[in-house]
């Protein structure tokens, strides 16, 4: 037995499986010509991060218009930042937004589909395997340093101003240990990690093609990277290295942040014999500060929208959500949807190529735009269910109030809705308790205030008159002919245009009448269409609301 395999059998002695038991377990997919397949690994940290639904959006856009799998991969490795529960939220953060994997971890403890365990935490002999693999071919070795002699290290580099710093050629002391002190220092229980034999060159330069971004030229990787921590437990590096290739990844998407790693990835794949999958590293999702006016990364401390679930909380829906991230992920889409205005964002031609490879500004206002419009396109119904679905979490009282009368509320969402030319005020399920406060008894709190031009007399005059002339039978020209009527008499034009050109002559025009009827009604200058609120409200509310006015008008 040669050294190499002498020092695999000390260092994983329980190790039986090898990467070919696993190439069998996991063999390659068989999926179309083109299919590809991706994944979204997040830690599990508690929390989904819009940044995190933006890459998954992209992940599983990327798999299936290409007739491919998306799974998702918990990487729970670093044990310091995994906190309870850490996985359900993230889980539960797609289910809202209808985010679907194919395959992976689908709740805590439970997963779906044949290439897993999709946790790391369930994969240690995998990475044990090639871990001995590594050694028995000589491309990795133990490494006995204490953390008191790589801060030396660390020190002497900085003090000789080295240029590369990290574990490597002369600096990796235990590099070149020999089987025997290996052995010493194992009988001694001296606790361990595995480093990479790195074989890169200082003056080589490697050249990749990512997807997004295009050719990418970096220094290679010269460190002995640790590949097992003292625990047994793989770093990032090599626990992806092993499951990307073993889940049959063919296109890794992720952060633009691990850019910086690719050399040293490259040398794993290549360490490993595995095949180098294509990486495309997506944009940051940036936002523009409040204080400096700077673009800057969402940052998941100083801005409550970086989590996914502030959009939940406050009634945006999923549709608008997603549907924005989209308009931020591929330029195209926003014609695509023009041309297309009722179709699944599934739908969507995208193309992983047409992203931008500078960050992506998501801005609040923006969204809320977006939502408007999504929101105007929605059948009455759907929204009714998504206010009384978002009410009866977040709105108890407002939920009590809202679906008392399933068919009342119906038609109140439906005002200025299905038709060619929706209304496009309602950007959030929480916006409606106010928005139509009016309409509930329990909500409404009247307030009188009227415009400057208007006086409280005439107020007072046109409501009373109002008060005698309108009839719920009428219809809505009908109903508008009543109220033109009622102008001239009372010393108002019934149209505008009649009034500029004389506006000495008029105490003003149709306009100021209306919303006087307006005021009186809903304690509102603007609103949705007032006839068919007055239909709402029915004569005898319309009556006393009329009557209530011209009180606190008089
Ligand atoms: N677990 C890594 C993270 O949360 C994922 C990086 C990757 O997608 O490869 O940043």
Redesign the pocket.
Known sequence: MDNNKKLAELLFPGVDKTPEDFEAVYPPRELPEGARVT?????PTGYLHIGGLF?ALVDVLTAHSTGGVAYLRI?DTDKKREIEDGVSAIISGFNYFGVDFDEGVTGFGTEKGAYGPYTQSHRAEIYHAVAKRLVENGLAYPCFCTSDELSQLRDRQESEGALIRGYFGKWAKCRNLSLEEIEKNLAEGKPWVLRLRSSGSEDKRIVFDDVIRGKIEMPENIIDEVLLKSDGIPT?HFA?TCD?HYMRTTH????E??ISSVPKHIELFRACGFRLPKYAHTPQVLKTDEETGDKRKLSKRKDPEAAVSYFVERGIPKESVLEYLLTLINSTFEDWRRANPKEDISKFPFNLKKMSSSGCLFDLVKLNDVSKNVISLMSAKQVYDNIAEWAKVYDPEFYEIFTADPAFSTEAVNIDRENPKPRKDIAKWSEVKEYFSYLYTPLYTPDYSLPDNISKLDAAEIAEKYSGVFSLDDDKDEWFAKIKEMCEPLGFTPNVKEYKKNPDGFKGHVGDVSTVIRIALTSRRNTPDLYSIMKLLGADEIKSRLAQAIESWK
């Not at 994944?39 to 830690?43: C, D, E, G, N, T």
């Not at 890794?252 to 952060?255: G, N, T």
């Open positions: 994944r979204f690994a997040p830690s890459g990487e990032y992806h990307d890794v998407i992720r952060a942040e691990w």
